[in-house]
């Protein structure tokens, strides 16, 4: 079964309720989740935790990663692994969790900050950013406990294409979903 999720722009309890009536099976939200926590709250015990989606833009500071609002640009100087935490208390569903550091860089997930926040949650984590190659998507199923992986780039640049990564994977020894 396939879902669609929708993020960006989500500000209000309103929004959620549109996208939902509109078909979406998820709804993600960030900088408002952020701004304004108790949105989470409301949406969680509204629509159901199944699809309220957290996202986490996360940037490695010393040694501890902020939460980046505002596309990675904004850093709200809240520790990510603690809001990550939080988000799950106020009652989100799924952690959407982008590295800003590997973002767009193809270099591979942040397998460190994925491992830390996975640990840190009951909730399925996704992980985000960083994606070059196939090889990317087995290395975090098998390094970390993360529950999926989002690209990018790699897709729409057509540099590699779904089956390449499941074929990967399934190389590789990741039980994946056949296509």
Known sequence: MSLLQWGGGVRTIEDVDRLLKAGADKV?????????????TEASDRFGAQCIVVAIDAKH???TWHVMTH??????EIDAI???KEAEKRGAGEILLTSVDTDGVKNGFDLKLTETVVNA???????????GKPEHFPEVFKQTDVSAGLAAS??????????QVKDQCKLQGVNI???
Do not use: Q, Y
């Open 71 to 76: 596309g990675g640009s904004k850093d709200t």
């Open 121 to 131: 949650v009951r909730i399925p984590v996704i992980a985000s950013g960083g994606v």
């Open 154 to 163: 790699i897709f729409h640049e057509n540099t590699f294409s779904i089956k």
């Open 82 to 84: 603690e809001w990550a």
């Open 28 to 40: 993600g939200m960030n900088s408002a989740a952020v701004t304004n926590p108790s949105l989470i």
């Open 61 to 63: 500071v010393c040694d």
């Open 177 to 179: 979903r056949e296509t």
